[in-house]
């Protein structure tokens, strides 16, 4: 016997996950292969992941003997949703990625530690939204360079069914 976790899934995901839809996935996947010449260097994935960053413990801090209390203030961040859109060939090219702040102001020194090349965009919710998912297919298009000749296959979830088409130059 083992202890496992579970992992939550949607309801949606649930249901959305039948015969039916994963042969019809693999059907237009097969299609759009031919037409790309089954390159796997021009064959993409997006996805975005959402982030809750919390601080669950007390953390140690050295300091000098004469204080008698060490106080940190906690972020204005704190328990609030990051979004981050990623995206990766199937060779392993890495797009790098936009990360979705929940603020209303820019504060770049969020930015610390990001991968390099990272578009930091900011949103009250900190979800990604049309417009900045938008923004990022120019920041892929510009990685990728996809032409007529030298298409690109990249692979959406059902979240972006809505920007397809606004999105289309």
């Not at 990623?86 to 790098?96: D, E, F, L, W």
């Not at 530690?113 to 920041?139: N, R």
């Not at 510009?142 to 030298?150: C, G, H, I, N, R």
Request: aromatic share 10%; net charge positive.
């Amino acid at each position: 016997m083992a202890s496992e976790s579970i992992e939550r899934i949607t309801r949606a995901r649930i249901l959305g996950f039948t015969e039916e839809n994963v042969k019809s996935f693999f059907d237009i996947l097969r299609a759009e292969l031919v037409k790309i010449k089954f390159n796997p260097a021009r064959i993409f994935n997006v996805d975005e992941t959402d982030i809750i960053a919390v601080q669950t413990k007390n953390v140690q801090v050295i300091c000098t003997k004469e204080k008698q209390a060490v106080y940190k203030m906690p972020s204005g961040e704190r328990g609030k949703l990051n979004t981050i859109v990623t995206c990766m060939s199937a060779v392993g090219q890495y797009i790098p990625p936009i990360i979705v702040y929940p603020r209303k102001k820019q504060d770049l020194r969020l930015m610390k530690g990001a991968p390099p090349g990272a578009i930091p965009e900011f949103h009250p919710t900190g979800w990604i939204q049309s417009d900045l998912f938008c923004k990022w297919m120019k920041h892929f298009g510009t990685f990728v360079q996809p032409k007529a000749e030298d298409q690109v296959l990249l692979i959406l979830d059902g979240h972006y069914y809505t920007v397809r088409t606004e999105c289309s130059h």
